[in-house]
Nanobody, 124 residues
Framework: QVQLAESGGGLVQTGGSLRLSCAAS????????MGWFRQAPGKEREFVAS????????YYADYVKGRFTISRDNVRNTVALQMNSLKPEDTAVYYC?????????????????WGQGTQVTVSS
């Protein structure tokens, strides 16, 4: 059974930081790219960041570039999203997902497994 489980969400003030983590189970992590997406209330889900296998390639949405950092631990089968300088507009449910190949991708269609999401709320 393939599972992705996010953790680390919560409530933080503007300018604060949070670190999200996604743990993968099963044979779904090794050799595959991973990504983070988010969905704010009333909005479509949008791409945040992606990291390829084994972790040299990364790709960020413009609205998080320079503030968020994606990384992966290929021994522990985890992918993290370090979020700094958070803004109220970063408030959303954040999802991790597995890319169908080993690269980086921004399109949801390139991802085949998704976690349940973790809520991030940034207060002003």
């Amino acid at each position: 059974q393939v599972q992705l489980a996010e953790s680390g969400g919560g409530l933080v003030q503007t300018g604060g930081s949070l670190r999200l983590s996604c743990a993968a189970s099963g044979r779904i992590f090794s050799g595959y790219g991973m990504g983070w997406f988010r969905q704010a209330p009333g909005k479509e889900r949008e791409f945040v960041a992606s990291i390829g296998w084994p972790g040299r390639a990364t790709y960020y949405a413009d609205y998080v570039k320079g503030r968020f950092t994606i990384s992966r631990d290929n021994v522990r089968n985890t992918v993290a999203l370090q979020m700094n300088s958070l803004k109220p507009e970063d408030t959303a449910v954040y999802y991790c997902a597995r890319e169908k190949g080993a690269g980086v991708a921004a399109s949801e269609a390139r991802y085949d497994y998704w976690g349940q999401g973790t809520q991030v709320t940034v207060s002003s």
